[in-house]
């Protein structure tokens, strides 16, 4: 898939991630690099980018190397994800660094670093567990 059409179909399965205008840079099938863009949307008071929406930013991230398995086939649901708020990431747009730590018979485990985009230092770290749909 390119990654326009990754792009396409990360919006269209979490209409969410297409209103905060989430977008994929980069994605194979064990890591990807996608971006959100600042909006008015993502920024909580005081002008940085929300805990719901970079949790929507980790979430559809971990969906993308999955799609990239599957051709776009993937039929994964989370089951757990955490994350950790490391500082506030400002008003820019973040980056999304994922990383595919484990993918077994029945589940997968990634993780996700975030950060803004003109920073080095992450903003938030999230990592979680997708199970295999069987009989969904």
């Given amino acids: 898939m390119t990654l326009e059409e990754l ?8 209409p969410l991630a297409g209103a905060l205008g989430i977008e994929v840079l980069r994605a194979d099938a064990g890591s ?3 971006r959100m863009p600042p909006s008015s949307l993502s920024l909580r008071p005081g002008g940085t980018a929300s805990g719901p929406a970079l949790m929507t930013l980790a979430d559809v991230g971990i969906w993308v190397p999955l799609l990239v ?7 994964t649901r989370t089951a757990q994800l955490g994350i950790s708020f490391l500082r506030p990431a400002g008003a820019a747009g973040v980056l999304a ?3 595919v730590v484990r ?8 993780e996700v670093w975030m ?10 770290h999230a990592t979680a567990t997708w199970m295999k749909a069987t009989g969904i």
Avoid: F, I
């Fill in 103 to 110: 993918q077994g018979r029945t589940s997968v485990y990634a």
């Fill in 32 to 34: 990807a690099l996608l």
């Fill in 97 to 99: 660094e994922v990383r």
């Fill in 7 to 14: 792009t396409a179909r990360v919006r269209e399965g979490v």
């Fill in 115 to 124: 950060r803004a985009e003109a920073e080095e230092k992450p903003c938030a």
């Fill in 69 to 75: 398995a599957t051709g776009g086939a993937d039929s």
